[in-house]
């Protein structure tokens, strides 16, 4: 059984900074594609940034681009997500996702296998 387990949510005013985790367990941390995505009440989930299995390709969208940063450690089985000059806009729920097969980075909701359960991110004005 494969389990994603996100932390590092919490409340912020605008222009703070937080760093959210993602640990894997229950199998080898093989996956290839990592991602957040993000769902803010009455909207859909959509897409905040993706990593390859080395690290060596990102992608993120627009909005958080020069704010976000993800990042991973394999031998924490752990994917990362540091954001800086946080935005009202920001808040929402983030969800770790895991991709088996992927060898580049994925942006839909589809393309990945697993998923978090998701960790609260409040940015107060």
């Known amino acids: 059984q494969v389990q994603l387990v996100e932390s590092g949510g919490g409340l912020v005013q605008a222009g703070g900074s937080l760093r959210l985790s993602c640990v894997a367990s229950?199998?080898?941390?093989?996956?290839?594609?990592m991602g957040w995505f993000r769902q803010a009440p009455a909207k859909e989930r959509e897409f905040v940034a993706s990593?390859?299995?080395?690290?060596?390709?990102?992608v993120c969208t627009d909005s958080v681009k020069g704010r976000f940063t993800i990042s991973r450690d394999n031998a924490k089985n752990t994917v990362y997500l540091q954001m800086n000059s946080l935005k009202p806009e920001d808040t929402a729920i983030y969800y770790c996702?895991?991709?088996?097969?992927?060898?580049?980075?994925?942006?839909?909701?589809?393309?990945?296998?697993?998923w978090g359960q998701g960790t609260q991110v409040t940015v107060s004005s």
């Open positions: 996702a895991a991709d088996q097969e992927a060898m580049s980075p994925r942006t839909r909701v589809g393309e990945y296998d697993y």
């Open positions: 229950g199998r080898t941390f093989s996956f290839n594609a």
């Open positions: 990593i390859n299995w080395s690290g060596g390709s990102t």
